[in-house]
C-alpha cells in the first residue's frame, strides 16, 4: 500500500504563514529548530484535514470555508510564535 499522497491540507499553508510572518519574531526568525516548533505548534492548534491532492480541497470547499481557514490558520500561526518565543525566552533564563 502506498499512502504517500496523503497529507494535511494545512501543512503547506502553515509553513508559508510561518515563513512570512517570521521577521515580525527576530528572536526565532534565524532559528531553523524554533521556526519548525512554531509550524508545530500552529498545526496542533488546527483541525487537521486529510486530502490526496489539491484539486480534492478546491472542488470540495466553499469560498467562505476557504477565508476561515485562513483566518484560522494566521491566527495558530500568531498564537504559535507567541508561544514559542515565551518559552524560549524562559529557557534562555535558566
Known sequence: MDFSSVHNVHEEAV??????MAPQYPALAD????LADVA???????QPRYI???ADLAF???????EATARDI???V???FGYVQARHAMAARR
Open 60 to 66: 470540495f470547499t466553499t469560498v467562505k470555508e476557504r
Open 40 to 46: 508545530c505548534v500552529a498545526l496542533n492548534r488546527m
Open 74 to 76: 494566521h491566527e495558530s
Open 31 to 34: 532559528n531553523a529548530d524554533l
Open 52 to 54: 490526496r491532492h489539491a
Open 78 to 80: 500568531d498564537f504559535a
Open 15 to 20: 509553513f508559508e504563514a510561518v515563513a512570512r
